[in-house]
Structure formats: structure tokens, C-alpha cells
């Protein structure tokens, strides 16, 4: 079961937040995971790579309204309620398009993960593809030093290196030729609900939407 315990990356949170190290070293916390749970989530701060809590807030604007009332936090929504509706976290996952492979969607079924749980415990591990903004292959194809970082336990996949590190400083996440014809690409368009296209500029508020259907 996806809890935020499971959900929360302690390299990542620490990563993106040089004040929380300053906060632990100060003896204020005892980890990262500890200011999450009880300051981090409710300052909409993300607990993973995959988990885009702007982007979550975004596009469920239903969802944005019940944690401005204080009732839950964007985490805890989508811990309870959003991955058992197929809401997706990050415009990095698209819950269809994972779940498009047919050995996949028939394991799913007979399991109790939901996709996204499944592609946090084992699909990023497997380089599975989680979205068709993310070419795991072509990632990993083109940056031999990111393999090298893997191996040496540097990051924890592929995905988790171009959110944090790859996607600032520029790196294809696909091919050219795909990024070049992607607003022309219809059989893909059915992933993503209507009217929502994500197209990759950059990360941390740095992905702006630039075609809408």
C-alpha cells in the first residue's frame, strides 16, 4: 500500500531543500521524512520526483479548493483518493500510457498496487517508460555518465536524475525527431485528458503548458 512513508524520498526532499538539512543539522529534525510529514506537506513542498504537487494542484482544481479549506494536503489526497481514480501526480506520469502495455495492465489486475504505486516500487527500476514525455532507453542511451551514477548509487533511476538534475541543464528526454513532431502525434493524445497536453520545457515551475486541445 502507497503511504507517505513509501511515497517519500529522503535523497530528493534534502536535495531540493538545502533548509531542511539545515534544520535536521540544527536538531530541529531528525530527518527529512519527519519536517515533511509534519511541516513539508503543508507548505505544498513535493515528496519525491514524481510527485508535482503544482501540477497535482493544477489540474484538480476540486482538489485545490478542499486543502485551501485546510480538510487535506495534496498528498494525502492523493495517497487516499487520487491514485485509486487515476489521477496523475506529475506530467512526467500518465497513468494510460503505463498502463497501455498489455503484460502490465493484466499484472495490475491481478495485484493490489495501483500503477503509480507500482511504477514508484518497481516500474522506475525496471526502466519502464512512465509517460511518452520520458524515454527511459534514449535517457540512459545518451548519458553515459548518468548510468555510471546509477551504478554507483548516486540516484535511484533514470527518471529520478532527469527531474533533479537532467531537465535544468537541458537534456533530451526523448528523441529529437519525437519532440519535433509532438503536436503532431494523435494516437498518443488519448493518454492525456482533454484539453491538457504537457509539453517539457523545464523543471520546478519551469514546465509551462504550450498547446492546448
Known sequence: MLTIETLFDEEFYLFQNPDVVDEIAAGNFSSGLEHFVNVGQFENRDPNALFDTSFYLEINTGVAAAIEAGSLTAVEHFISFGQFENRDPSPFFNTAFYTSNPELATALESSELTPFEHYV????????????????????????????????????????????????????????????????????????????????SEMETQLIFIALF
Open 121 to 200: 516500487r518497481f516500474g522506475q527500476f525496471e526502466n519502464r517508460d512512465p509517460s511518452f514525455l520520458f524515454d527511459t532507453d534514449f535517457y540512459l542511451s545518451q548519458n553515459q555518465d548518468v548510468v555510471e551514477l546509477l551504478n554507483n548509487g548516486s540516484f535511484i533511476s533514470a527518471i529520478q536524475h532527469y527531474i533533479l538534475v537532467g531537465l535544468p541543464e537541458n537534456r533530451l528526454s526523448t528523441p529529437p525527431d519525437f519532440r519535433d513532431n509532438l503536436l503532431n502525434i494523435t494516437g498518443d493524445l488519448e493518454f492525456w485528458e482533454p484539453q491538457k497536453l504537457v509539453i517539457l
